[in-house]
């Protein structure tokens, strides 16, 4: 089972626009993650929130977390064709030992 | 380097055959995970391991067996008993759950 779904599947904006990726979970979490993945390729870390943050800032990422709503969203400002990727959630399941992932958001950015 | 290396990167299985997939890291790790990806879909684990010498089911472990004799290697065999192989493997590491996961460039499977 998945625990975490991403929203929208697919995104496709105009390089620089803002992109918004949502990602809901089910159960109580110790912290979220971020990744990133280009075609075919391993993904790559973007960034962690702890479930006792609200808001995490990485150079043009802004990622929100709302623990009540089992909710988060990743923002990428000012995109550029480079952040066409897929992007995905990771949560650990609080006292699972486990990290599991979401279906993931496919943005594109178009030049 | 420090890193995680995942081979052969590419994969043909004939039917009915077991075939194993290596993955190795040097960045001291204690957690392991193995993924299935399927095209256009999101990683599915299949199983992960905290410890050496442990390691658990995941959501697909069906037709899949892993090992965790030492740190550094964590391999998968897909075994015949998997009925639809064809996908791409992902395996990663993270100190622990909690930590961020790094990832190896991934194994593509093929039933031939």
């Known amino acids: 089972s998945q625990q975490g779904e991403e929203d929208p599947q697919a995104l496709s904006i105009q390089e620089g626009e803002n992109a918004t990726m949502n990602c809901s979970y089910k159960t109580s979490i110790n912290n979220l993650q971020w990744y990133r993945q280009n075609s075919g390729r391993g993904l790559v870390h973007l960034i962690l929130i702890r479930s006792n943050e609200r808001e995490k800032h990485s150079g043009r990422l802004r990622v929100t977390l709302d623990t009540s709503k089992k909710s988060s969203s990743l923002l990428i400002t000012a995109s550029r064709a480079a952040d066409t990727a897929s992007y995905f959630c990771a949560t650990d399941a609080a006292g699972a030992q486990k990290l599991v992932f979401g279906q993931g958001t496919r943005l594109t950015i178009n030049p | 380097d420090g890193g995680i290396t995942q081979s052969p990167k590419y994969l043909f299985r004939k039917e009915g055959q077991n075939v194993t997939l290596s993955c190795e890291q040097n960045l001291n790790h204690d957690a392991m995970y193995w993924y299935r990806q399927d095209p256009g879909q999101g990683l599915r684990l299949i199983y992960y391991?905290?410890?050496?010498?442990?390691?658990q089911k995941g959501d697909i472990a069906e037709g899949y067996s892993v090992s965790r004799e030492k740190k550094e290697s964590f391999p998968l065999t897909v075994t015949s008993a998997q009925k639809n192989p064809t996908a791409f493997y992902l395996c990663?590491?993270?100190?622990?759950?909690?930590?961020?996961?790094?990832f190896g460039q991934g194994t593509r499977l093929t039933v031939v």
């Open positions: 990663a590491s993270s100190i622990t759950a909690n930590t961020e996961a790094f």
């Open positions: 391991s905290q410890i050496v010498n442990d390691f």
